[in-house]
């Protein structure tokens, strides 16, 4: 089912107010959702939704969230949602709950821009692609708005924000840097969309040297081995299908569990 596409951002009203407000507002909707998926299996679309004003600032992670008392645009808190809908519906597989919510409302501005910047569950290949394509499609009306993402800096553009949780993608999937923040989201959204097992360990091979820049991989024993490209690719050659799937799309984050693991089956032998 598809929300339709306003000509202007819109978001929920229940994701604005103080902390406290949306935090209560978030936690009905979130009954409300599992009540009616509880019946039919379907969400229901928000009572209410407001416009955003050219400019003003949404506040999409916690850590940029310091003035609770004051009334803000809080996206990160859709997170408050899924929480009722999974205490609502405690009987129901978490993760199909979560894959049924993300589908539904990735066809909104709101369920797109939060999804992609979100990233929660693996973010394989196929499901980032899927997301990238969904923030593009409302790239017009999210460009209107200003975010707050994971510092207290000024708020930022939607390019700026794209590249502070997404650079990732670009830099494993689409490395030429001399096109633009939107353009290098298409052509990764469309590569990963038709990756094959052996485009993804090219683009993990690419962002193999960031994940081993990140302060969580000081502590591995077998850095030099792990570290090796040649050591890399025979181990991803002999993944699980399904872990394989797990870090096909070459997430820092799932890069650093992964050379974890590696690490850590090394000591044990």
């Known amino acids: 089912m598809t929300l339709g596409q306003p000509s202007s951002l819109q978001l929920p009203s229940f994701l604005y107010g103080t902390y406290s407000a949306v935090q209560q507002k978030t936690r009905e909707e979130g009954l409300r959702c599992g009540e009616q998926y509880r019946k039919d299996s379907s969400f229901p679309a928000p009572r209410h939704m407001q416009e955003v004003h050219p400019g003003e600032v949404v506040v999409t992670h916690g850590v940029a969230d310091f003035q609770h008392e004051h009334p803000a ?31 539904f409302f990735r066809e909104t501005a709101w369920g797109a ?7 929660m569950g693996p973010v394989s290949a196929e499901r980032t692609a899927s997301r990238l394509q ?31 949780s997404c650079g990732w993608a670009m830099d494993a999937w689409c490395p030429e840097g001399n096109a633009s923040v939107r353009e290098r989201l298409e052509m990764a959204a ?78 044990m032998q």
């Open 134 to 164: 969904a923030v593009l499609r409302f790239w017009a009306p999210l460009q209107s708005a200003r975010y707050l993402f994971k510092t207290l800096a000024a708020a930022l553009t939607l390019e700026e924000l794209m590249v502070a």
């Open 190 to 267: 469309e590569r990963m969309a038709r990756a094959t097992r052996e485009d993804s360990i090219k683009a993990i091979l690419r962002q193999m040297p960031r994940a081993l820049t990140s302060t969580s991989t000081r502590g591995l024993k077998r850095r030099a081995v792990v570290a090796d490209p040649s050591f890399q690719r025979e181990h991803l050659a002999t993944l699980d299908p399904r872990v394989f799937e797990r870090v096909s799309g070459a997430r820092t984050g799932d890069l650093i569990w992964l050379l974890h693991n590696w690490d850590y089956e090394l000591e």
């Open 73 to 103: 645009w809080r996206l990160y808190m859709v997170s408050d949602v899924m929480s009722a809908l999974w205490e609502a519906l405690e009987e129901q597989n978490s993760i199909t709950l979560r894959d049924a919510y993300e589908e």
């Open 113 to 119: 821009l939060y999804f992609t910047i979100e990233q």
